[in-house]
């Protein structure tokens, strides 16, 4: 659900930045209130996984198109809420920053649409509703709880995602006619993000429950033996990023399938504002491992500018599915990409983290 720049008119897209900086402010000041050291380890990896996770796309049947985990409703279960969104918008500013995955201009967008409606709506309104915040968790609770939070979360921002565009006054994407596109096909995708949400928070269930107690109940994970599931997370980071992302899906994803369904045209859409071209710009020049492949030449560039400026982005070089290539799409740049993107997720995760702890810290022996 990676909004490009050319779905979003500057006036939106500035006001959905204002909207997420506030969030994030506000998330900031919660977790410096509430954060504990023990944390941040898990902060780290647990946005490393998702972002490897992220790049296994998987094929909806029968559609032609595909879905990724967004991830953000296993962080806050994790985490809690406001950890978890500072994470996900560091995962988000990440992959637009240096893998020209979604657009600069739209990142505000993108992260409150894959983000702020899930960890601050889904999470406490659908999933804490229905698992509680009893020490005792009960198993099919929390599977019940993980598949409908999980399309609660995704159908939100599915509907963000038309708002938004019908707000730009992108005249291609008629409101009705894209919200039946994109309501169905993310519900599909909502379905299999709480399946495999539900299967992950089960697994951290059973290595130590005590985790999804206390992050329920906003308490300190201190005392708690996280080892065994920041090991679990960060194997299935590596093995993820490393080689399950050759096995990606190389169908358009749920947001490019209900663009070309709703225009007619596998045309891109494209853009000829300033704010625009500055934002692509400055997307060429971050984007070390841009549409998470190796480029050579002015081929890189090239296809920078395209990503940021319309509204579809290319798929790695040689996924599954390309005319002429193998399947499983063995490739050195998307590997290479899981493991560079998940790495550096985790340092500003944790960066972040600690930054925040020290900021409580000095705050409390600063206090009389």
Known sequence: MHMADA???????GAMWAATGVAVAYSARKVREDLDESKVPLMGVAGAFVFAAQMLNFTIPGTGSSGH???????AILLGPEAAFLVVASILAVQGLFFADGGLLALGANIFNMGFLTVFLAYPLVYRKIVGDGPDLSRRRVFLGSVLAGIAGLQLGAFAVVLETTASGISELPFSTFLLLMQPIHLAIGTVEGLVTAVVVLFVYHAQPELLARSAA???LAGVRLKPVVIG???AALVA???LSWFASSNADGLE????????????????????????????KTAILPDYALEEGETAGAGIEAGAQTAEREEPAGTAGDEGSAWPAVDAGTSLSGVVGALIVLA???ALGFA?????????AARP
Do not use: D, F, N, Y
């Open 69 to 75: 985990l967004v991830g953000a409703l296993l962080l």
């Open 7 to 13: 779905l979003l008119s500057p006036a939106v897209g």
């Open 356 to 364: 925040l702890r020290r900021r409580s810290v000095a705050r409390g």
């Open 218 to 220: 906003r308490r300190p």
């Open 348 to 350: 500003v995760a944790v």
């Open 241 to 243: 990023g490393v080689a």
């Open 257 to 284: 399938w209900s663009i070309a369904k709703a225009t007619g045209t596998e045309e891109e859409l494209a853009t000829q504002s300033s704010a625009h071209e500055t934002a692509a710009e400055l997307q060429e």
């Open 233 to 235: 997370l960060a194997v």
